[in-house]
């Protein structure tokens, strides 16, 4: 893949992660951290795991064999605890009474660039 490609394919995902973040709050009732780089930094890893690895793995967890854990799927987003338990370790999706739970359930393609600006 070219710098080029990669750089499209990575546009494309992040706005598809972006969007299934929006639509996955809204059906299970949770909200975005109230420090929105949080969940921009995490849309934009789970988006480059999209491109490399095919599926979006969970950015915020050690792997010893990424595309093993990818093909395993319990860590691909959204993982088996959050699926099963509303519990997001990334602080992705949180419930309200968490304490760093926000009011935001939508942010933007561009809210996701702005703010992971200069990480990763």
Same mark, same amino acid.
Request: glycine share 6%; charged share 30%; hydrophobic share 30%.
């Given at each position: 893949?070219?710098?080029? /490609?990669?750089? +499209?394919?990575?546009?494309?995902?992040?706005? $598809?992660?972006? $969007?299934?973040?929006? *639509? &996955?709050?809204? *059906?299970?009732?949770?909200? &975005?951290?109230?420090?929105?780089? +949080?969940? $921009? +930094?995490?849309?934009?890893?789970? $988006? /480059?795991?999209?491109?490399?690895?095919?599926?979006?793995?969970?950015?915020?967890? &050690?792997?010893?064999? *990424?595309?093993?854990?990818?093909? /395993?799927?319990?860590?691909?987003?959204? !993982?088996?605890?959050?699926?099963?338990?509303? /519990? !997001?370790?990334?602080?992705?999706?949180?419930?309200?009474?968490?304490?760093?739970?926000?009011?935001?359930?939508?942010?933007?393609?561009?809210?996701? +660039?702005?703010?992971?600006?200069?990480?990763?």
């Amino acid at each position: 893949m070219t710098p080029e /490609e990669r750089e +499209v394919a990575l546009e494309k995902a992040t706005k $598809a992660m972006t $969007a299934f973040s929006n *639509k &996955y709050i809204t *059906k299970t009732g949770t909200t &975005y951290c109230e420090d929105l780089t +949080v969940p $921009a +930094v995490v849309i934009k890893g789970l $988006a /480059e795991h999209k491109v490399t690895l095919g599926t979006p793995l969970c950015p915020c967890r &050690y792997y010893e064999d *990424k595309e093993k854990a990818a093909k /395993e799927g319990f860590w691909n987003c959204p !993982c088996v605890p959050m699926r099963e338990r509303h /519990e !997001c370790h990334c602080m992705l999706f949180l419930k309200p009474e968490n304490d760093f739970a926000g009011t935001e359930t939508t942010m933007t393609y561009d809210d996701v +660039v702005a703010k992971s600006s200069g990480m990763g």
